[in-house]
T-cell receptor, first 116, second 115 residues
Framework: AQTVTQSQPEMSVQEAETVTLSCTYD???????LFWYKQPPSRQMILVIR??????QNATENRFSVNFQKAAKSFSLKISDSQLGDTAMYFC?????????????FGKGTRLSVIA | NAGVTQTPKFQVLKTGQSMTLQCAQD?????MYWYRQDPGMGLRLIYY???????DKGEVPNGYNVSRLNKREFSLRLESAAPSQTSVYFC??????????????FGDGTRLSIL
């Protein structure tokens, strides 16, 4: 079974600074997807970024980027120029197949606070 | 542009009562999922339906039943609610196409309290 570990239960960052959230996972699969979801106080689950395991290039979405290290099974999220609206829970998630629909396996989350 | 709609948004039950959480999606997705979110635990899969007519257990299925009523709707039933089922429940849906798996779309969640 796949597992996802987020070792930082809480983090804080000053507005406009950069912060990195860590995620490691365990799997015997070779092809899979990784995701970061954001959950603000409104409780919505919002997709931030995704990475296909077969792609060597790290995914980027505006101020959000990942550092995907397949051999180390590491998938960290970097948030640049942090904004107050980035305050939220962040969940790392794993999807084990790239053909057909399968459920997500989530980490326990990191609560990020952006301080003015 | 509703996406995934869950009803109700909040519910309080007494131990032993039954209730059904409703979920509907308007994106023509084949797969639908039910997760529960507890403090410090992230989201855990209860049941999922890869396609209409099929359902499979997830990590924490005990105490729940599901029905994939049609392609749009996937309901979660608590037959005899227990305090341990106090949680926030999320429904999600997804699709796969030749471009690869598409991200799951989530509803806004149902906060359920069992007294």
């Amino acid at each position: 079974a796949q597992t996802v570990t987020q070792s930082q239960p809480e983090m804080s960052v000053q507005e406009a600074e950069t912060v990195t959230l860590s995620c490691t996972y365990d799997t015997s699969e070779n092809n899979y997807y990784l995701f970061w979801y954001k959950q603000p106080p409104s409780r919505q689950m919002i997709l931030v970024i995704r990475q296909e395991a077969y792609k060597q290039q790290n995914a980027t979405e505006n101020r959000f980027s990942v550092n995907f290290q397949k051999a180390a099974k590491s998938f960290s999220l970097k948030i640049s120029d942090s904004q107050l609206g980035d305050t939220a829970m962040y969940f790392c998630a794993f999807m084990k197949t790239m053909s057909g629909n399968t459920p997500l396996v989530f980490g326990k989350g990191t609560r990020l606070s952006v301080i003015a | 542009n509703a996406g995934v709609t869950q009803t109700p948004k909040f519910q309080v039950l007494k131990t032993g009562q039954s209730m059904t959480l409703q979920c509907a999606q308007d994106m023509n997705h084949n797969s639908m999922y039910w997760y529960r979110q507890d403090p410090g635990m992230g989201l855990r899969l209860i049941y999922y339906s890869a396609s209409e007519g099929t359902t499979d257990k997830g990590e924490v299925p005990n105490g729940y039943n599901v029905s994939r009523l049609n392609k749009r709707e996937f309901s979660l039933r608590l037959e005899s609610a227990a305090p341990s089922q106090t949680s926030v429940y999320f429904c999600a849906s997804s699709e796969w196409d030749i471009g690869g798996n598409q991200p799951q779309h989530f509803g806004d969640g149902t906060r359920l309290s069992i007294l």
